[in-house]
């Protein structure tokens, strides 16, 4: 058991604990049994980072760990924990409860038990866990998307704003009446109109998004993805969806959720570094929309961005 008898081993504790990768370590140790492969999945950093800083909680006695096969997994030491080193503890977590990048482990953690609670299932199915497979070889992926992309109505009028170079706008030519893909780009709109030339159904026209070029009311869908963080204002492009939506259209709306990788940040050429879903749950609200969804992704396996929201919003029927 830890316990606080002499001054050098509180400050021990202090310094253990004054590292934002060992705070970040022990949030996800705190209740859950992980590797060491998993944590760097989860937290995003090369092995030998994370082994360093669990060997030094290790030392000071935070964390406990055990052998698995060829695995070492490692937890919380909570029940070794005097009163002191505990209340040291929770005073850490609460005051990192709002970290940008806490927040950004957390979904990764969510996502990495999801896939532990699959695989076990898929252990007992037996039989049944090589159908997916086996329909896959045989029929492709795309069919699984092709059901959904047939909800919309098949003289659905679609804004993508932002287009970029025509993905989403090819996708989705096949299953509505027209997609008006919309870019400030030149470069971007050449390569959509590459890629969507022998769609009839699409229009492309460059325009910015404060100020989109679509006449008022006439649009079904309105979407905007991974493009409010290239914008200055935001409030401004939502108000713009509402706009030339009609009563009853939905607005779209996928981006960054708050993280603080500057390098990331750099790269990509944002202007900022994400949204919280209060944040957009109001600008939605704002620009005359009644919010219908407002949710976190769960993030992708290999995918090495901060993660996503998904957002959408509804003209009411009253709307002109």
């Not at 944002?270 to 109001?282: A, K, Y």
Request: net charge neutral; hydrophobic share 45%; charged share 25%.
């Amino acid at each position: 058991m830890i316990i606080a008898a002499q001054p050098d081993l509180l400050l021990g504790w202090m310094a253990g604990l004054a590292d934002r990768i060992r705070l970040r370590l022990m949030r996800v140790l705190d209740q859950h049994e992980l590797g060491v492969a998993e944590m760097c999945e989860i937290l995003q950093l090369p092995q030998s980072t994370v082994s360093r800083h669990l060997k030094v909680l290790s030392e000071q006695g935070w964390l406990k760990s055990r052998r698995q096969g060829a695995v070492h997994l490692y937890r919380m030491a909570a029940g070794e924990l005097d009163g002191g080193a505990r209340k040291l503890w929770l005073a850490a977590r609460e005051q990192t409860e709002v970290w940008p990048a806490v927040r950004q482990d957390q979904l990764r953690l969510a996502r990495r038990l999801q896939e532990r609670r699959q695989t076990s299932e898929a252990f007992f199915a037996g039989a049944a866990s090589q159908w997916d497979r086996l329909r896959a070889d045989a029929y492709g992926r795309s069919f699984s998307q092709q059901p959904m992309l047939a909800l919309l109505p098949a003289d659905a009028v679609v804004a993508d704003l932002g287009c970029g170079t025509g993905e989403v706008a090819a996708t989705l030519a096949p299953w509505v009446g027209r997609v008006i893909g919309i870019d400030n780009s030149a470069a971007m709109l050449k390569a959509a109109g590459r890629r969507t030339e022998n769609l009839a159904s699409v229009e492309l026209r460059r325009g910015e998004l404060d100020a989109i070029p679509i006449e008022d009311a006439c649009c079904d869908v309105a979407m905007v993805l991974l493009v409010l963080s290239y914008v200055t204002d935001a409030p401004a492009v939502l108000k713009e969806m509402a706009r030339i939506l009609k009563p009853g259209g939905r607005a779209v709306v996928v981006d960054l959720l708050p993280h603080d990788r500057e390098d990331f940040h750099q790269k990509m050429g944002h202007q900022v570094m994400g949204f919280e879903l209060d944040q957009v749950r109001t600008m939605l609200e704002e620009s005359g929309l009644k919010v219908t969804r407002a949710t976190a992704l769960p993030p992708e396996v290999g995918a090495k961005g901060p993660a996503l929201f998904l957002a959408s919003g509804m003209r009411c029927l009253g709307d002109r």
